[in-house]
């Protein structure tokens, strides 16, 4: 199946070494969304193995997820607390879970991870289905580069040792917003291909799909840590809310 239409596919090529060096620090997103969670329970979106959900329950709050991988699951729980969280395995757009709730959240540029086409609109009207009213859902996501795709491809050189050379080749299709990632790692044992893909959304474009969900925009950021947003900013945390 394409890496396009299984949504599963990430989970399975990355769950062991999700929680490798070199990930964000996960505190001050936890930071952020504790301050922002009401009475009912939140929900995250692909969950993955609980970086976020994990430190959020230790709060006290009760968290729920929505996760297609059951590799990444079962990493989840093998975490100290991971077996007490509820997690359905399902598609984060189809959002398979009935709140309400008072927070969901969607972080790591995964929105972008949904690529079929109307895929990210069906998650923005599920979760406005599913939110208490107030209630709040959170996305953090990359702002597009035009100079990051002023070609339709590029290939750059990873890393280089004795014993092993790794490229990273990106394809682009500028009018559908999407690109095919492919990590080739080159060693003894032979050639390892580790894909990727996603369909990236300028925040203008973002607030549109929540806006024709009944949802609107409240609070942005270019950081969990609440710095001012500008046309400078290269990420942004986007707090849209569904009507009291």
């Not at 199946?1 to 936890?30: E, H, K, Q």
């Not at 682009?172 to 990632?181: G, H, K, N, P, W």
């Amino acid at each position: 199946m394409s890496i396009f239409d299984d949504p599963a596919l990430f989970g399975r090529l990355w769950a062991a070494t999700y929680d490798g060096p070199g990930n964000p620090d996960p505190g001050p997103a936890v930071d952020f969304l504790a301050d922002l969670a009401g009475p009912d329970p939140v929900l995250e979106l692909a969950i993955g193995t609980g970086r976020v959900a994990l430190p959020l329950a230790e709060r006290g709050l009760a968290v729920e997820g929505v996760e297609a991988s059951e590799e990444m699951v079962a990493v989840l729980r093998g975490k100290p607390g991971g077996d007490g969280l509820p997690v359905v395995i399902g598609d984060m757009a189809d959002v398979p879970v009935d709140g309400p709730y008072s927070l969901v959240f969607l972080v790591f540029n995964t929105l972008f991870n949904l690529t079929g086409a109307g895929r990210q609109e069906d998650c923005f009207g599920n979760v406005a289905r599913v939110l208490a009213p107030g209630g709040a859902f959170v996305i953090e996501t990359f702002v597009p580069d035009p100079a990051d795709f002023d070609r339709n491809e590029q290939v750059r050189m990873s890393a280089v040792t004795e014993d092993s050379a790794t490229i990273r080749l990106h394809q682009y299709d500028r009018a559908e917003q999407t690109f095919v990632r492919q990590t080739i790692t080159f060693d003894r044992d032979g050639v390892h291909l580790h894909p990727f893909a996603m369909r990236y959304a300028w925040p203008e474009q973002i607030d549109a799909m929540a806006e024709r969900a009944g949802l609107r925009l409240t609070e942005r950021y270019a950081d969990w840590d609440r710095a001012p947003f500008t046309t400078q900013s290269r990420s942004h945390i986007s707090v849209y809310r569904r009507d009291a």
